[in-house]
């Protein structure tokens, strides 16, 4: 039988090792690592649809009063935070002109990397900031690629402006509801 502080030292052996406390035995510890970055890999998947997304997402959240996980100065500053809502907008509406780039172009590929980095950091638990913006960019890069294909199978079939419309509605939703799982009220 072991004593208190025999089981407070394999406590700490555990802790020093990355193995977790007690109740994540039956999770393990690298599952439970994958999934402390869950909401930056969802987050990363809403960017490679929508590159502005995810920041204007991540700013309505601050602004209604709740916190990231991860640090996030950069929103914070009023320049960015409203250009970043009025960037999210704006794609919304240039995504159904008929002269709108394909969203793989090299400056359409660099703003969702930018985009899923800033938000899969700030989604990723404290202190994995850089792993949540790693996973956030690589889910969001190749499913850009996907993501036009799907969208190019929509438009042939009902046109640019209406699955604009419902890719819009899904990717806003998602967006939403990942910022609004990964984030809590801020303490008064």
């Known amino acids: ?8 030292g394999m406590m700490q052996v555990r802790h020093l090792l990355g193995l977790g406390c007690a109740r994540n035995l039956l999770i393990g510890p690298i599952p439970m690592r994958i999934l402390s970055l869950l909401s930056s890999v969802l987050i990363g998947t809403v960017a ?34 409203y250009g970043a809502l009025a960037m999210g907008a704006g794609e919304l509406l240039g995504d159904k002109m ?26 990723a638990p404290r202190g994995r900031e850089q792993a949540g913006a790693a996973v956030a960019v690589a889910t969001a890069l190749p ?18 402006t209406r699955s604009g419309l419902i890719e819009d509605a899904l990717v806003v939703a998602a967006g939403i509801a990942v910022v609004a799982m990964a984030t809590r009220p801020r303490r008064v």
Request: hydrophobic share 50%; with cysteine; charged share 20%.
């Open 98 to 123: 008929k002269t709108a780039p394909d969203r793989t172009v090299a400056l359409g590929l660099l703003a969702r990397a930018m985009s899923a980095g800033i938000a899969g950091a700030a989604l």
């Open 48 to 81: 490679s649809a929508r590159s502005m997304t995810p920041m204007a997402a991540l700013v309505a959240a601050r602004l209604a009063g709740r916190r990231t996980p991860g640090e996030l100065i950069l929103l914070d500053h009023p320049v960015i935070k």
């Open 1 to 8: 039988m072991r004593s208190r502080a025999g089981c407070a």
């Open 143 to 160: 499913l850009a690629y996907a993501t036009l294909a799907g969208r190019k199978r929509a438009m042939a079939c009902i046109g640019q």
